[in-house]
């Protein structure tokens, strides 16, 4: 299908896209068109107009900055997955870029885009919670835990755009996921990151919204090991159930992706 008409702009600044958003009656940002376009083309959206946020200087990066790497809104999946940075001090973050879809989805798709939309079945979620990053927008810094507040929903007012992730760095991290063998969305993800012995373990696509796992997080803040939470027993009320899994197969989907990702970030 094709989307009903639209207008067309390419903002070069942040205070040029929000004024663009403000004059208009119903108007969607474009970072990498993964979601929007498909949306538009099923009529699910129908914005009057477009602005595309590329143009901006400055949003794309993956950086260093003390003891956190930010990345920039507009940074593709496939360069967060491909930096020499990020694979040197948080691999599992590159890990997980390196999983998301497939290579069209990962050098189109946006960090800004993934976190903005908040899929339940989106990776990125599962590492704002895990290593306890701070958002950045065109008008404020807020903590991912505020920003993600349920299914596609976010604290985000109107117009306002994401600029950066900033994320703590931990001192080991694993991510593992159990994909959508079809759109390779996330089953199941989960994120372990362990900071010195504080440890956080955030799930995404078994339930709404991405969520912590608080039982695993104590356990392995005792015992780091597979074996630690083997045994933690996961309850399926309130988790996903469709075509592709029931609630009780994710359940266990968790068990076993918390496992596998306490393993990875063991090396
Ligand atoms: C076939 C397929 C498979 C996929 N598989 C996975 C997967 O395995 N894992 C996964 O995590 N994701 C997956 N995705 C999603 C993909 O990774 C994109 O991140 C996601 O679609 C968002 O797309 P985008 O970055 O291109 O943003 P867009 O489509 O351009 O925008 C998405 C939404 O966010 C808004 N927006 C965009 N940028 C900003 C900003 N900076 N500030 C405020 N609002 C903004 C837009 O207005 C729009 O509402 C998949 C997508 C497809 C099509």
């Given amino acids: 299908m094709y989307p009903s008409t639209f207008r067309y702009a390419r903002a070069n600044s942040l205070s040029q896209a929000e004024e663009l958003f403000a004059a208009s ?11 929007l376009i498909p949306t538009m083309k099923l009529r699910l959206a129908s914005p009057g107009d477009v602005i595309d946020l590329n143009a901006i200087p400055d949003l794309a990066f993956v950086r260093r900055k003390g003891d956190l790497l930010e990345v920039g809104a507009c940074t593709r999946h496939a360069e967060v997955a491909e930096s020499a940075e990020a694979q040197r001090i948080l691999p599992a973050l590159a890990h997980l870029a390196s ?26 979620p599962a590492a704002i919670i895990a290593l306890n ?5 065109s008008r404020r810094e807020i903590a ?28 080991r991290a694993g991510y593992a996921k159990f994909p959508n063998p079809a759109s390779r969305y996330a ?36 015992t780091f090991t597979p074996s630690a939470i083997k045994n933690i027993s996961v309850s399926s009320e309130g988790l996903n159930a469709d ?3 029931s609630a009780e197969y994710r359940a266990h989907l968790i068990n076993v992706m918390a496992a596998r990702a306490v393993e990875a970030a063991l090396g």
């Fill in 133 to 137: 990053a701070r958002i950045k927008t």
């Fill in 243 to 245: 075509l592709h899994a």
């Fill in 99 to 124: 999983v998301i879809g497939d290579p069209s989805v990962r050098h189109r798709g946006t960090l800004g885009g993934s976190i903005a939309n908040n899929d339940p079945a989106a990776d990125y």
């Fill in 144 to 171: 991912g835990e505020e920003f993600l507040t349920g299914m596609f929903s976010t604290a985000l007012e109107d117009g306002e755009i994401v600029t950066a992730a900033a994320f703590q760095i931990p001192s």
């Fill in 25 to 35: 009656d119903d108007a969607a940002y474009l970072s990498g068109g993964m979601t």
């Fill in 187 to 222: 089953m199941v993800g989960v994120f372990v990151a362990d900071f010195n012995g504080t440890v956080r373990v955030a799930v995404t696509g078994a339930g709404p919204c991405v969520f912590r796992a608080e039982e695993m997080e104590t356990t392995l803040a005792r």
